[in-house]
C-alpha cells in the first residue's frame, strides 16, 4: 500500500476502544508539514486517546498511523522517538530529579548505553529551557516546582527530542495567560522551522488565534475539521459543547472570537 | 546541580566506597570466637595470594587457624558482603520501579517462596545430607523463582504488567506459601527449630560452594541492574512519557524483575530472611543524594554490602551468635522508624 509521503502525519481509519467503550470510532486525518494542528472536543471526547494512539502509547485496534509514509506501529521504539516527541496530559510526579536532568532525559534516544550527555546535548537542552522560560529552574528540584513551571519543564524535554512532529496535550492548561502566549508562540515558531505542532487545547479562542488548522471531537469521532472560521461556528460550537456561543468575527486576522453565554439568557 | 555536572565526584566516591568495603571484609575476618592474632589472620590471607606468598613465612601459623580463617570466616565475610550488595541493590531497584518507598527485595514473595522450598528440604531431610552441594539452598532457589513466576503470571495483562497488580499478588502468593509452610511445620514438630533457624536469617553457616555461585549472580546481577538506571529514571518521571522518549517500559521492567528475582533467590538461598537491608539503605542513600538511580543504585549496593559485613561481624563478638538477620532488624527497624519520623516532619 502505497502511502503519501507527503503528509507529515496520518492516521487511517483507528478504532480505539476499552472493554466495550468505543471511545475512537474510525479516524482519519491527513496533516502538513510545518503546521499548527489544534485537536479540539469536550471532556472525554478521546482527544488524549487520538494523540497517544499517534505517539504509540497505545496501540488502536483498527488502522494505523504513519509519518512520512512509515507506519508507526512498526518502528523501532527509539527511532519513533527521534520523529516524535508527545507532552502528555498529566504530569504527576513522584520524584525529585534536577530539572536539567528531567530535561536532559530528552536526550534518551541520542545518547547510547553507557554514555551520559555531553557538551551538545547540553547545549541543546538549555537552548529549549531558555525558549521555554525555564532556565532559571533548572537546578531546583522538579516536585518543588509549581504545575505550571513543571508543565514548561515537560515542554521543554519534548524540545529537546528534536523531532520533527510534537504533540502537546493540554499544554497550556495550567499555565498563566502570560505563559499561555508565551507557549503558543513558542509553538509558532516551530511550525515557522517546519516542524508540525498537533495539541490539544480547551480554550477554544487561543486554539483560534494560533492554529492553521482545527479538529474539533465529539464522542470519538471528528465534528468538523478545517481553518478556524470554519470550525468555530455558532452552529458547530452548539452541536458539540450544548452551550449557545457568541461568535464575533474580524479579530486577530479574521480569526472567530467566541464568548459563552450565560444558560439562562438563552 | 544536575547528574553530570557530578559524574566524577561520585565515581571517586564509588571506588572510595568500594575499597571501604575491601577493607572492611579483610578487617572483620580477623575477628570471632578463636584468638588469631590480626598479623596471623593477614600471613594466612597473603600466604594464598599466588606470588605474594613466597614473601610471608607461613610456618608459625596453625593449621587450625587457617582453616578457621580461609574455609569459615573468609566465605561467610564474602557471603555477607555479596548479600547485603544484592539485597540492597534489588531493594532499590523495587522501590524505583514501583515508585513505593516501602518495596523490598521480598515484596513479590521471594522469601515465602524459598523458606517454603527450605522447609520442604528440611522436612524431607535434605539438609543431613552432608558433602552434596547444599540440597536445602537449591531447594529454596527454586522455589524462590518459582514462587516469583507465580506471582508475575497472575500479575501480567497481556503485554503489561501493573505495579499494583504485582505488588498484590506478591503478598496473596506469600501468605499462601508461608501457610503451606505452617502446614508443614505443625506436621514436622521435631524438624521446627531447624526451619526456624533457617528463616532467622543466618550466614554462619555458609561454605565456598555457595559463595562461588552465589558471588557471580549478585555481581553480575547488581550491574546489570544499575545499567538500566537511566531507564528507571525516565519511567519515575511518568510511564507514558517514558514510551515517548523511546523507553521500552514493559520490557525494562520484564528485564529488571527477572535479574533482581535471581539476585534475591540466590541471597535469600544461602541467608534466609535478611530483613530491613534492602529498605534502610536504599533510603539512606536517597535522603543524601536526591533519587536518582544512577547514584542511588549503586551506592545502595555497597553500602548493602558494608552495612551487612559489620552487622555479621558484630554478630560473631557474642559468645553464643545472634544471626544476622535478627541483628539487622534490631538495627534497622528503629533507624527506619526514625528516618520516617524526619520524613514525616519535611512533609508537615
Ligand atoms: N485506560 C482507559 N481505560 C478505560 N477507559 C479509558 C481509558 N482511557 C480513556 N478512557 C475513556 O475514554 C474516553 C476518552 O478519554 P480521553 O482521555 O481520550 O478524553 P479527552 O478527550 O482527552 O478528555 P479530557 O478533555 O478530559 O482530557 C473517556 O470516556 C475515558 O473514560
Ligand atoms: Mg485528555
Known sequence: MGQDKAYSIEVRDIEVSFGSLNVLKGISLKMERGRFYGILGPNGSGKTTLLKSMARALRPQKGAVYVNGENVGRMKSRELSKRIACLHQSTDITCDYPVMDVVLMGRYPYVKRFQTEGEKDREIAKKAMIASNVWHLKDRRINEISGGERQRVFIARALVQETDIVLLDEPISHLDIQHQIEILDLAGTMTQEGKTIIAVLHDLNLASMYCDHLIMLKDGAIVAQGEPQKVLTEEIVKRVYGVKPFVIDGMNDNRPYILPVKKQRI | ?348
Open chain 2, 1 to 348: 546541580m544536575s547528574f553530570s555536572d557530578k559524574k566524577y565526584r561520585y565515581r571517586f566516591a564509588l571506588i572510595f566506597g568500594g575499597l571501604l568495603l575491601v577493607l572492611l571484609i579483610l578487617t572483620s575476618v580477623t575477628v570471632g570466637a578463636a584468638n588469631i592474632s590480626l598479623l596471623d589472620t593477614l600471613r594466612i590471607l597473603i600466604g594464598r595470594i599466588p606470588f605474594l606468598g613466597g614473601f610471608v613465612s607461613g610456618g608459625e601459623v596453625s593449621r587450625t587457624h587457617e582453616l578457621i580463617v580461609l574455609n569459615i570466616r573468609l566465605p561467610r565475610v564474602i557471603a555477607a558482603a555479596a548479600i547485603g550488595i544484592g539485597l540492597s541493590a534489588v531493594g532499590a531497584t523495587y522501590q524505583g520501579m514501583f515508585a513505593n518507598p516501602m518495596a523490598d527485595p521480598y515484596v513479590l514473595g521471594v522469601s515465602a517462596g524459598a523458606a517454603l522450598g527450605a522447609s520442604i528440604a528440611i522436612v524431607m531431610g535434605a539438609d543431613k545430607i552432608v558433602g552434596g552441594f547444599g540440597l536445602t539452598t537449591a531447594a529454596a532457589f527454586i522455589f524462590a523463582l518459582l514462587t516469583v513466576f507465580i506471582v508475575f503470571s497472575i500479575a501480567k495483562t497481556g503485554a503489561k504488567v501493573s505495579n499494583t497488580h504485582l505488588l498484590l499478588a506478591g503478598v496473596a502468593v506469600s501468605f499462601f506459601a508461608s501457610s503451606v509452610m505452617s502446614v508443614l511445620m505443625v506436621l514436622n514438630r521435631d524438624k521446627v527449630a531447624n526451619i526456624t533457624y533457617w528463616m532467622m536469617g543466618s550466614i554462619a553457616f555458609t561454605s565456598w560452594k555457595q559463595v562461588i555461585i552465589l558471588v557471580p549472580l549478585v555481581i553480575a546481577g547488581t550491574i546489570a541492574v544499575c545499567v538500566f538506571a537511566r531507564e528507571l529514571n525516565i519511567i519515575a518521571a511518568g510511564e507514558d512519557g517514558a514510551r515517548s522518549l523511546g523507553v521500552e517500559v514493559e520490557k525494562v521492567k520484564k528485564v529488571l524483575l527477572v535479574i533482581c528475582s535471581v539476585i534475591v533467590a540466590a541471597c535469600v538461598a544461602v541467608s534466609g530472611v535478611i530483613g530491613f537491608v534492602g529498605l534502610i539503605i536504599p533510603h539512606t542513600v536517597r535522603l543524601i543524594s536526591g533519587s536518582d538511580n544512577r547514584i542511588v543504585l549503586p551506592f545502595s549496593a555497597i553500602g548493602g554490602g558494608i552495612f551487612l559485613v559489620l552487622c555479621d561481624t558484630i554478630s560473631r563478638i557474642p559468645t553464643a551468635e545472634i544471626p544476622v538477620g535478627v541483628l539487622t532488624s534490631m538495627f534497622g527497624a528503629p533507624y527506619f522508624i526514625s528516618i520516617l519520623i524526619r520524613s514525616k516532619k519535611k512533609v508537615v
